[in-house]
């Protein structure tokens, strides 16, 4: 028999008895890291986390598909780099192609996480193995009209978003404060 979990809602901001969408079986995604330097404790603290979930939610019963992406192109470092990528730039910097510096950190994550006895997820998808799938999101969001193109990039219209929806809900933050 299951144990009863309570879970934090960030939408409702309380604690809610958790109950899966499937009967025994759970499917957990986590954003994992953008391979262009050694872990730290933004990376440790995420994955020990769901490391310890993932391991509570089996112990009680559950079957879990634990999905922990490696972003491994496409992260921008700030918003004034127009559009340079980290890991594009440390390659340039070390002199090395962008794939040779994501294997390598991806490498030293993984070395990481064994030695913080954090198990490893079902699945580890790269952002890279899903360009086609990312390309038609996007697509979809400008074609419902929350967002917009300039100057050959693509930005998400929080305005826009905000009439229909509330912009920040889960974040507990307000339009005026990211605009």
């Known amino acids: 028999m299951k144990q009863n ?22 499917g957990m995604y986590v954003c994992g890291p953008t391979v262009y330097g050694d872990a730290h404790l933004g990376h440790a603290r995420p994955a020990i986390t769901f490391d310890i979930l993932f391991r509570y ?13 490696i972003t491994d192109v496409g992260h921008l470092e700030h918003d004034a780099d127009e559009g340079e990528d980290k890991i594009a730039k440390k390659a340039r910097l070390e002199q090395l192609e962008p794939m040779e510096v994501v294997q390598y950190y991806l490498n030293r994550y993984h070395q990481a996480m064994e030695a913080l ?3 490893p ?34 930005y998400f219209d929080v305005v826009k978003y905000n009439q229909q929806y509330h912009y920040g809900k889960l974040s507990g933050r307000n339009l005026d404060d990211v605009i």
């Open 5 to 26: 979990l309570l879970i934090y809602n960030t939408l409702t901001r309380s604690k809610e008895l958790f109950k899966p969408l499937h009967e025994n079986h759970v």
């Open 121 to 154: 997820p079902s699945i580890e998808p790269h952002a890279s193995g899903h360009i086609i799938e990312q390309i038609q999101l996007v697509k979809d969001i400008l074609d419902n009209g929350f967002a917009y193109e300039s100057e050959g990039s693509v």
């Open 57 to 69: 939610l089996q112990e009680i019963g559950y079957k879990v598909r634990y999905v922990r992406n």
């Open 117 to 119: 006895n954090v198990l």
